[in-house]
């Protein structure tokens, strides 16, 4: 893939987005995201379906639309590249994006190693770019909320999280899979739910904490031995973990436990994020129920029955309320992140590679210590 440079941004001008992906989550997420902000304006978009990438042109004015990646990146009049496109595919696309001297949004993950995730940090480092992985639920208002409180000592010295990412989306093993490797070696257990659902609560786990696991032991289990595989429209042997729990160790001295699964019973996003301290407890779950898609509790020690917090309108993007979908109510408070992180051009840069770098770390280190039915430390051997 060429690499190509980019014409200075204009001072004042809006940033100039090209986006890679035209499927259901640039639909519902990235592409209102951008569309949402008017600091940056959407410039271009590329799939390899073309007219999926030409209708999600016409619904967001996007003028210029690609088959392919190679072309839109090579563009000079894009700041950023947006990549929404099949996990298999993010590191290539990423690099080439950064190569090009464009800022990246790039979907979780990076890649499979960590070590990969961390030399695309370090080749924007050296760029001067800034990036961003997709761990939308750090934005969501009311986990925004949560680490304003944290910071500010309502629950004390943390002591203990509690993570859960789960809903019912891969109960019905009837329902599709979607980007699994259904040429992969099904005598060993795959990888799925503890990447694809665990990144972004293990996240929210080094955010809250303050600090990063230090070590780590875990299990997985693959409960729904068929399923349909989307990419070839039958049912399979697919042993994946659709479910698997790990506890460990912070460097702070403080304790975990995460667990995320595809086949338990629970609304979208199904994620759940506790935090326990010297001072008081937080609750914070992002699911959608009875109409509303976020809540936040807390008590203390004073007060030790749990109680809803009223989330203040400052962690809201314009016009956003709990009542709306939590794609486009998150998404918009991350697209918002960056967009400002950019355009100040100073050193913040949250939710980074180099962040996604240490969660890509710790879901190889909960691998390890699965297939080696022990203890594993981290940092990982190189």
């Known amino acids: 893939m060429s690499a190509a440079t980019t014409s200075p941004h204009p001072r004042g001008a809006p940033l100039r987005v090209g986006v890679l992906g035209a499927g259901a989550w640039a639909e519902l997420a990235h592409l209102p995201g951008w569309a949402r902000d008017p600091r940056c304006t959407l410039r271009a978009i590329a799939d390899p379906v073309p007219e999926r990438a030409?209708?999600?042109?016409?619904?967001?004015?996007?003028?210029?639309?690609?088959?392919?990646?190679?072309a839109l990146i090579a563009r000079d009049d894009l700041d950023v590249i947006d990549v929404c496109t099949p996990s298999a595919t993010h590191l290539a696309l990423a690099t080439a994006a950064l190569e090009a001297g464009k800022h990246v949004l790039c979907e979780k993950p990076v890649a499979y190693d960590f070590r990969d995730t961390r030399r695309a940090a370090?080749?924007?480092r050296a760029r001067g770019l800034k990036t961003k992985l997709g761990f939308t639920f750090r934005y969501s208002p009311a986990m925004r909320y949560m680490r304003a409180l944290i910071a500010d000592g309502y629950v004390g010295t943390p002591y203990i999280f509690n993570g859960y990412e789960q809903n019912s989306q891969w109960l019905d093993p009837r329902t599709?899979?979607?980007?699994?490797?259904?040429?992969?070696?099904?005598?060993?257990?795959?990888v799925s739910s503890l990447e694809g659902y665990g990144a972004p609560?293990?996240?929210?786990?080094?955010?809250?904490?303050?600090?990063?696991?230090?070590?780590?032991?875990?299990?997985?289990?693959?409960?729904?031995?068929?399923?349909?595989?989307?990419?070839?429209?039958?049912?399979?042997?697919?042993?994946?973990?659709?479910?698997?729990?790990?506890?460990?160790?912070?460097?702070?001295?403080?304790?975990g436990s995460i667990q995320?699964?595809?086949?338990?019973?629970?609304?979208?996003?199904?994620i759940e994020a506790r935090v326990y301290g010297s001072r008081g407890a937080l609750i914070c779950r992002l699911v959608e129920e009875r109409g509303v898609c976020e809540t936040?509790?807390?008590?203390?020690?004073?007060?030790?029955?749990?109680?809803?917090l009223a989330i203040p309108a400052e962690f809201y993007p314009p016009g956003g309320s709990r009542e709306e979908s939590w794609r486009t109510l998150f998404y918009a408070n991350l697209v918002s992140s960056f967009v400002g992180e950019i355009l100040d051009d100073g050193?913040?840069?949250?939710?980074?590679?180099?962040?996604?770098?240490?969660?890509?770390?710790?879901?190889?280190?909960?691998?390890?210590?699965?297939?080696?039915?022990?203890?594993?430390?981290?940092?990982?051997?190189a």
Do not use: C
Request: no cysteine; proline share 4%; hydrophobic share 45%.
């Open 296 to 308: 936040l509790r807390g008590a203390t020690a004073d007060a030790v029955e749990f109680e809803e």
């Open 54 to 70: 030409r209708a999600m042109a016409e619904r967001f004015g996007i003028p210029h639309v690609y088959d392919g990646a190679d």
């Open 122 to 124: 370090e080749l924007a």
């Open 347 to 381: 050193p913040a840069n949250e939710g980074s590679f180099e962040d996604g770098a240490h969660v890509q770390e710790l879901i190889n280190a909960v691998e390890r210590s699965f297939r080696e039915r022990r203890w594993v430390a981290i940092p990982l051997d």
């Open 176 to 190: 599709p899979l979607r980007q699994v490797d259904h040429e992969a070696d099904q005598s060993e257990i795959q």
């Open 201 to 255: 609560i293990m996240d929210l786990a080094h955010l809250f904490m303050g600090s990063r696991f230090a070590q780590v032991v875990g299990t997985m289990r693959n409960f729904v031995p068929e399923r349909m595989v989307r990419a070839t429209g039958r049912m399979m042997r697919m042993n994946i973990d659709d479910g698997d729990i790990f506890v460990g160790e912070f460097a702070s001295g403080a304790i």
């Open 260 to 270: 995320t699964s595809f086949v338990t019973v629970g609304n979208y996003p199904g």
